[in-house]
């Protein structure tokens, strides 16, 4: 059956009341403006969220007298160099640093370029046993890592890398988190017809994924490996169990500060601030891929 045409509209006439007004069309692209409340929200949560680092400056720069009063000082004081320089005497936190920067680099390249060559081989390519190698991988993030620390140490101490900083490396080269991270970005930012593409022109796997696929994961790269190197870098548990005092990483290096009958918290706060300084350049060497990978995948999502 043949639709019937709508009539057409008439023109209103001369000396009627005009009709509602027609509701204006957003157009797209146009920046919408959030009101006051919402400014005043994103203010608080902002003050929020920095106040544990801005009093990590304060106590650092305090006394341990200063931090005992009621109410506390809210303001910077003038101890930040002293307790800096008690922070190198009581503990070697510059090769504490150092180690952490070998281990977490390591851990963080070594994550990055293994969790996405398995994510692109779980997404792209085609193979017998992906779904149940995926799967196992996915369930081993279910297994609590405690777990595993007795058979661990053992195979640390049987290869004679006990307090060797390749004990610490090693076991966090490869994440399964990664790997299912990688793995759900390249399913949605690489599209089949450019791999086909490849294929067409001749291009092997390896020519495809260093050409293609590394260029289009560049912002999901940058985002787990600013999470890997956080969690590398922060880690205590491992660190302490396979390293000993004298090759330290910074969180095991922080146990030594403020000993006493009474803790000198300004000294652990000092020790803090320069344990946290490096995750601080590295998010702001990173920071524009991150915040460029999540809005790719908040618009691809």
């Not at 680092?53 to 007298?65: L, P």
């Not at 149940?132 to 890592?145: F, K, N, Q, S």
Request: positive net charge.
């Amino acid at each position: 059956m043949t639709a019937l045409a709508a009539p057409p509209t008439a023109p209103p006439a001369a000396g009627a009341p005009p009709g509602p007004p027609r509701p204006r069309r957003r157009r797209a692209g146009r920046t919408m403006h959030g009101g006051k409340l919402t400014y005043a929200f994103l203010i608080l949560a902002v003050l929020v969220s920095a106040f544990p680092f801005y009093w990590t400056i304060v106590a650092a720069s305090r006394s341990n007298a200063d931090l005992a009063k009621v109410p506390p000082t809210l303001l910077p004081g003038p101890n930040l160099i002293r307790n800096f320089e008690a922070v190198l005497e009581e503990a070697d936190i510059g090769k504490a640093l150092l180690n952490s920067l070998i281990v977490s680099g390591s851990i963080t390249i070594g994550t990055v370029l293994c969790s996405t060559l398995a994510g692109f081989a779980f997404a792209k390519l085609r193979f017998r046993g992906r779904g149940a190698l995926l799967a196992v991988t996915v369930g081993t993030m279910m297994i609590p890592p405690q777990l595993g620390v007795i058979p661990l140490f053992m195979l640390m101490a049987k290869l004679q890398w006990v307090n060797q900083l390749q004990a610490v490396i090693l076991p966090g080269l490869v994440s399964a988190f990664g790997v299912f991270f990688m793995r759900q970005y390249l399913m949605q930012s690489l599209p089949d017809e450019l791999i086909e593409a490849a294929r067409v022109d001749g291009a092997s796997t390896a020519r495809i994924f260093w050409s293609i696929v590394v260029p289009i994961a560049r912002p999901g790269m940058a985002v787990l490996g600013m999470l890997t190197f956080m969690a590398a870098w922060n880690d205590f548990f491992w660190p302490i169990v396979a390293l000993s005092s004298q090759e330290p990483t910074v969180q095991v290096a922080l146990r030594q500060l403020g000993g006493g009958y009474v803790h000198d918290q300004s000294v652990i706060m000092a020790g803090t601030l320069l344990g946290t300084l490096p995750v601080l350049l590295v998010f702001g060497l990173l920071g524009r891929q991150i915040v460029g990978g999540i809005m790719q995948g908040a618009v691809k999502g």
